[in-house]
């Protein structure tokens, strides 16, 4: 299995902060011995929308593996390859800074249509970074998708126009959310958010759009105050939208509606969706 977790360079380990690309950092680590070869890096892609304790999580990570771990950010600009920044665990936005940065240069929102938010705030970041710095012309990115998301998986395999390529080494050793469980428990550290049933309710982007409405709202409930940034990002763009572009989704409440609900008391929903971040380019 360790042989299995050896990169070939170059290569960027795209680690989310999440539990799953923190043990797939970890078997990549040992089966290097401990110590990356120069041309793997690890890329941290902040959104400002991440708990603070994922990026409590990257930080703890990178202390007690003795790994660097670059922070990177959306930065708007008005030439395209200048829109990224490198930050620290102290710099890092907490606000929703880069994401709010790209919604006022787009003039609409994403939505399950057009997800632009992943590829601007996350893969293009860490692309710009890895030619104007790592000096990268093909690259390999290491992904932490398991084996129990097949079809983000198989999506890592579809022809694009990148000059990267994308491996996903826990799926292809058989990894679940089960052994990521089993691994982190077994370790002296770890994400400081709740795992229900092997999923990070709060992962990636806290409210993001993918998650299920059911979830979203039950989120909202326990801490209303989850839904302001998601609330004046919706009302930002209102008076401008195109074909709802005012909405994260036209196909349920917006986060307003469930913020009035929640702060009434409801406690159930009707036929809300039980979507997942299945499709989304984040991972946990």
């Known amino acids: 299995m360790r042989s299995q977790c050896k990169i070939d360079g170059p290569a960027v380990i795209s680690f989310s902060g999440g539990r799953t690309s923190g043990m797939m950092l970890r078997m990549i680590l040992d089966a290097h011995g401990g110590t990356l070869p120069d041309d793997v890096r690890v890329l941290f892609a902040n959104t400002g929308k991440e708990m603070p304790q994922t990026l409590d999580f990257v930080r703890d990570c990178s202390q007690h593996w003795g790994v660097p771990i670059t922070w990177l ?138 998650k299920g409405g059911a979830q979203i709202f039950s989120l909202i409930r326990e801490s209303p105050e989850r839904a302001l940034w998601w609330m004046r990002a919706e009302a930002s763009v209102k008076s401008k939208a195109v074909n709802d572009g005012g909405r994260f989704r036209s196909d349920r409440m917006s986060y307003a509606q469930m913020h009035a609900l ?23």
Not at 100 to 118: E, S
Not at 262 to 284: K, P, R, V
Request: charged content about 30%.
């Open 73 to 210: 950010e959306y930065m708007d600009h008005d030439e395209p390859q200048q829109r990224w920044r490198e930050v620290t665990y102290d710099t890092a936005s907490r606000h929703g800074e880069p994401f709010d940065a790209l919604i006022a240069r787009k003039q609409y929102l994403p939505n399950p249509v057009t997800r632009f938010c992943t590829a601007e705030l996350k893969i293009r970041v860490m692309k710009l970074y890895a030619q104007q710095v790592l000096g990268f012309d093909e690259w390999e990115v290491v992904i932490g998708f398991r084996a129990d998301e097949p079809r983000r998986v198989a999506k890592l395999s579809l022809p694009h126009k990148e000059p990267f390529s994308r491996s996903a080494p826990l799926a292809r050793l058989g990894i679940t959310k089960r052994e990521v469980g089993e691994f982190w428990r077994a370790q002296p550290f770890d994400l400081r958010l709740p795992n229900m049933n092997g999923t990070t309710m709060l992962g990636n982007c806290d409210l993001c759009f993918l």
């Open 262 to 284: 929640a702060a009434g008391g409801q406690a159930e929903l009707f036929e809300f969706d039980d979507e997942s971040l299945e499709d989304c380019g984040c991972t946990d």
